[in-house]
Each structure stands twice: as C-alpha cells, then as structure tokens.
C-alpha cells in the first residue's frame, strides 16, 4: 500500500500505478524505516539476546533417578544370587519363558514401587534391566540352549527370594532409599522405563502428593521448587543450534531460548545490599535495574558496600568521577546511579499509597530526614524497600553546563540563583533536559524537594539528588568537587 506521511516504508516505489491492483518495482531499502522503529528493533534485540535459559529436565529426572536408593539387601542378595544365576544357568531360553508364565500366580508383582507392570516374566525383566547383575541373568537365559527340570526348580527358587525382597522393598519404599548401581564397565543406561501403554511413564509423589510427573506425551510437570545448578536450554524441533550451544554457560546458571521469552513480569537477581527496581519506559530504564537499599559505606576495600539503616559511616568527601569507579569496581554492569535510574525510582515511590505519610492530608505527603541515618524508608510497586532518598545528598551520574541551567524568576544570569527554588519558580529550563517531578507534585512541603542552581563558576555542574527531597536537584556543584554532605549509591 502507499505510504502516507510519518508512515513506516519498507522501500521506494520505481515505477507508477495509478489504480487497481497489479505490480511494480520497488527498491527495497531497511533504511526507509522511521528512527524510533529501528532503535526499538535493536533494543529488543539487544535485550533478547543478553537473556539466558537452559533446558535441564532431563539433567533433574537422570540426577532424581542416581539419588534414588535400593534398600541394601537387594545389592546383598540379588547381585550375588543373580551373578550366580547367570553361570549356572543352561535352559534354553523359550523353554524358560513358559516355566516362569506358568508360575506367574506364585511369583507374584514383581515391584521397584516406581512401576505397576503385569506379573508376567515381561514384566520382571523391565524392572531389572537396571540392575546389570539381573540384566546380564538375563542376556543368559536368552542364549542358552539346553534344558533341565531340576535346573529350572532352582531358577524358581532363587526368583522366588528375589519377589519377596523386592516386595519388602516395595512396603518400606516410603522411607527407604532405593540405589541402582551398575558395574564399572557397563555401557547401558541404568535406568529405563518404556510406558507403551497410556498412562503416565512416571509419577513421583510425597505422600498422596504427586511432585513431579512425567505424562506419555513427554510433558514434566513439577510442583514445588526447580533448582538447576548448570544450565537450561529451551529449543525447537528437538535440538538446539550448535551457536546457542556455545553461548550459553553451564557453570554461569545461564538460560538460553530459542523462540520468544513471554511472562507477566520480570524481575532480575540482586547481590545482597542491592534491590531490584521496575524500569520505566519513560526513563528508558525498561525491564529494570539492580540497585544499592542505601547509600554507599565508607570501607578501607576500594568497593563500596550498601549502607542499611544507619550502620557504618557514608561514604561522602568523594567526587561523582570518583564514585562512578568505585562502582565499577563492584563487576561488569555496575555503575554510579544515572539521573534516569534515580527518577525511575522516584516515579515508582509516587505510586505506593503506602509512602504517604500523611494520609489525611492531601495530596501526597513524602517523608524527609534531616539525619544521615539513611533510616527513611520508601517502599517500591514490587515490594522492595529503598532507604535514605530522601536527606543526604547523593551524586548521580548527570552533568549539565553553566549556560544550560534552568532560570528562576527574573534572574538573567545563573550565577545570580544562590538559593533553593521552588520547581514552580522556574522560568525557562532552557536547554536543558533535566527530569523534573510532575506538575502536580511542584510543592517541596510534601516532600518532593526544591532545585538549586547556586552561583559557582564552574563551566560544568554535576547531579546531586536527594537533599531533602525525592526529586530535588542541586546543580551548584562541580564534578570535580568532593564534598563531606554529598554520597553515592551503585546501580546495575
């Protein structure tokens, strides 16, 4: 279809046509889409591929299988009967499949407790194919080619212990611990269960709770907890490509997908001291970012460590270069707070009706502190608390030039802007694009804070938020400087 104007293009047409239906040449150019098109289609992309899953089912069942122990007397009593057996032994096999048919009502059910199979001499070799004692007992008797009755009593006799150990087994499976071990040099899979009915292949259960359960369609159901100390790897058509392979850790807890990642909500992992914000679309914090619960701590180790109510010292008398290194310190992706990250937070705080501290009163009423305790606390939409925003001053990772500061009233010159202003007091904020609270929130009596421009000479300010207020802005200050009532907070 024709494009009309401020439409997304996907190319220019080369020849005309002026009605109906037909076709035309087009030049097809990816640079024809709009700006904002391209830069969401490498920020998802971005996104998608820093994320990581990792199918590890199949790990969880076979690590299940290996913890599950045999009760010892079947290692002591099967094992060497069975090995016995397996020498002892000279029927010819089918002659043997018929004795054991024909006992099928003194044999009994054959059970590992895991499975409800026939009593049928079937039946018993699938259970203890996983045994690789019985498993070669068996390989036996399918090649023999002679034939004795006594020989054939005894085989009776020895399945017969076997049933009544294994039927023990089966009462005490509740709290007894089953183990299938095989020999060092065996190459078959320990353990198999091969459903050719249509039922369930397995069904784990805690009491009459079933807690993992493997249904004939290959569905895995877990309820509870899934723990996977490795990796998880979800693909299509059965196998993944040998690039996600490689790119996804499995000693990193990594989780690499192939298709599409859908969910309500996401929230990241946190180190202990750092909480996890919401991002903001309107910030351009989207999905969100890890953040320290309070302000930074005076530690003799370069990296700084999370201030939680009021234990330690604030780290202050440090220049905002300086603070942005000493979070890098802290690993990949750690920074000083960028200005959009702090009102990320601050939007976030607005809408808890819990942060009111007046209720009564209207509007919304913020708490402020006149302390360094960083003690304020401020409760975010995902439940996480963040102490302190609102008392010390802290740096931000934001700078702004002299020429650019916002003027207040009738002042002309910047340098004239001593004080603390009122946001409503300011005339122009020129070209500068600082974040600034909403209109209706204007009044530094509710907590909201005041923004300052002061009458330093310095060419270039940095970011100081959080004097007494959510969203108060002191740009009165150099980068450069390292002042005793100004601290920090890393981000991630």
């Known amino acids: 279809m024709r494009a009309d104007s401020g439409d997304s293009t996907v190319g220019i047409a080369l020849e005309s046509k002026l009605e109906g239906t037909g076709k035309i040449k087009v030049l097809i150019s990816r640079r024809n889409k709009s700006l904002a098109v391209e830069e969401v289609e490498k920020l998802v992309s971005d996104r998608v591929a ?21 009760d010892a007397r079947v290692e002591e009593i099967v094992d060497p009967k069975l090995l016995l057996l397996s020498t002892e032994l000279t029927v010819v096999a089918d002659d043997l499949k018929g004795e054991i048919i024909n006992t099928k009502d003194s044999l009994g059910v054959l059970s590992l407790s895991l499975l409800d199979l026939a009593s049928r ?11 690789e004692a019985l498993n070669a007992s068996v390989a036996a008797l399918e090649v023999q080619t002679a034939s004795s009755t006594a020989e054939t009593a005894d085989v009776r006799s ?3 212990i076997v049933e009544k150990e294994l039927a023990g087994l089966k009462e005490k499976f509740n709290v007894e611990v089953v183990e299938i071990k095989t020999a060092s040099t065996t190459v078959q899979t320990a353990f198999v269960v091969n459903q050719t009915g249509s039922g369930d292949v397995a069904d784990f259960k805690s009491g009459d709770v079933s807690i993992m ?25 059965g196998a993944c490509s040998s690039r996600l392979d490689a790119k996804v850790d499995d000693t990193m807890g990594d989780l690499g997908v192939e298709g599409k990642v859908v969910a309500g909500a996401y929230e990241g992992y946190c180190e202990e001291g750092f909480e996890w914000v919401p991002g903001s679309a309107e910030y351009g914090t989207l999905p969100g970012f890890c953040v320290m ?13 999370p201030n939680v109510m009021g234990e330690g010292s604030l780290w202050t008398n440090i220049s905002q270069g300086e603070a942005d290194i000493r979070c890098q310190s802290l690993g990949a992706g750690y920074h000083l707070m960028s200005d959009a990250e702090w009102m990320t937070i601050a939007e976030n705080i607005t809408r808890v009706a819990g942060n009111d501290a007046d209720p009564v009163k209207e509007g919304l009423q913020l708490q402020t502190a006149d302390d360094r305790r960083q003690t304020t606390e401020f409760i975010l939409t995902n439940g996480n608390a963040i102490y302190g925003l609102s ?4 740096w931000t990772k934001g700078i702004a030039n002299r020429s650019d500061l916002p003027l207040v009233g009738s002042y002309d010159l910047p340098s004239r802007q001593a004080g603390w202003a009122e946001y409503s007091e300011v005339s122009s904020y020129r070209s500068l694009g600082i974040i600034r609270p909403p209109y209706y929130m204007s009044d530094a009596e509710n907590g909201i804070g005041k923004i300052k421009t002061g009458e330093s000479t310095a ?18 200050h150099s980068p450069s400087e390292a002042l005793a009532e100004v601290g920090f907070r890393c981000a991630k």
């Open 293 to 305: 619960a309070a302000m930074a701590t005076l530690t003799p180790d370069p990296s700084p460590i």
């Open 121 to 131: 001499q079937e039946a018993l070799r699938a259970r203890v194919t996983g045994l």
């Open 158 to 160: 020895r399945v017969e």
């Open 50 to 70: 820093d994320m990581a899953i990792e199918d590890e089912v199949n790990r969880l069942i076979a690590t299940a299988v290996e913890k599950l122990n045999l």
């Open 213 to 237: 359960n493997v249904s004939s369609a290959g569905k895995v159901v877990i309820v509870g907890e899934l723990e996977v100390d490795g990796r998880i790897l979800v693909c299509s058509s």
């Open 391 to 394: 008392g010390a001053g802290e």
């Open 459 to 476: 060419n270039v300010r940095g970011y100081v938020r959080g004097v007494n207020g959510i969203y108060s802005l002191d740009l009165s």
